[in-house]
């Protein structure tokens, strides 16, 4: 039966990420056949994660002949740092770190940071490329706490769980408010009904 | 006569950094016709200048028939920031600026960092892309200093001319040790004999 569904790739090097959402599509009512594809794909600079999403996007289309999709996601410090690190995250991450946010920040009375998640899909039969958003707001923590989670997690309190950071949080509670979980819920949604 | 001379593009949007260069094949031996072009180009997210330069005079090969020219430039804080800011020079400059790479390296020591220049070239008769690299080495200042100059320009002492920012200096003495200075002359100095 299931070789009968429409196939979708999630076009992505990394296996941990591809069986979390490989367990979404499972629990969700959703008639596309998941799989993993590596192909790797053209990261533009760009001002927002939409552009570099799409151009990434585009960047392979002539070499697959099903549905696919890309996500991305960034950390944008937006007070009072302009919404540094921003596409660039993942490289800020590696050099200069959450102690590098930090110095940053310090001394400041106020923050507003987001976290946002973008997932692009070519939807074959439909020929179209369909963009899906997900963000959460909240302000930068004075110094580091928690253990779970990963990258910038450590030093983000979101405005919906105040006193904790996302690090401090399990994934079952990160999961109800996460940018992530908004984007893919947005998608899943749009896969029930087309 | 000068109709006669092989065409050879810039491929840039800003007329400032052309006419400087116009300028450098003025006074050069170079028997080539300079114009400039600001066709766009695709900007990649990679680790070195080089990568980046590389794909962007790729990015606009099937649209140019004549030799053409990109040039790009990026601050490196070798210690402590591994790098940063790197080839996201330009963003990190208008989010964080120099306030920000001075709050990084607030407390350190000892600070390491270096310019760089790379042009990249496609010279059509060769039918071959070159690739002509600059650097300065130097550190960083604990406070910004200097008029002259844009960029990280205040707060970068090159080795060469110790307790002096690079906008400390006139154009004239930066131009003799400036990362864009050595890439310039070896270009000129390849066209010269080619």
Do not use: C
Request: hydrophobic fraction near 40%; charged fraction near 25%.
């Amino acid at each position: 039966m299931s070789n009968d569904r429409e196939l979708i790739y999630f076009i992505t090097g990394n296996k941990h990420k591809y069986l979390e959402i490989a367990n979404l599509f499972e629990t969700a009512k959703v008639s596309y056949q998941l799989k993993q594809n590596d192909l790797p794909t053209v990261e533009i600079q760009a001002d927002t994660l939409k552009e570099v999403a799409i151009y990434k996007l585009q960047s392979i289309q002539k070499n697959i002949r099903s549905s696919y999709f890309i996500e991305d996601a960034g950390f944008f410090v937006d007070v009072p740092l302009n919404g540094f690190p921003g596409v660039y995250s993942k490289y800020v991450l590696h050099t200069i770190g959450n102690e590098g946010i930090l110095r940053l920040i310090n001394d400041f009375d106020s923050t507003k940071a987001h976290f946002e998640t973008v997932i692009a899909l070519y939807h074959k039969s439909l020929d179209k490329i369909l963009v899906f958003e997900g963000r959460v707001e909240g302000v930068i923590s004075p110094t580091k706490k928690g253990d779970y989670g990963f990258g910038f997690d450590p030093i983000f309190v979101p405005n919906e769980l105040p006193y904790k950071t996302f690090a401090e949080l399990a994934t079952f509670e990160k999961n109800q408010i996460s940018h992530r979980a908004k984007a893919w819920n947005q998608m899943l949604k749009f896969l029930e009904e087309n």
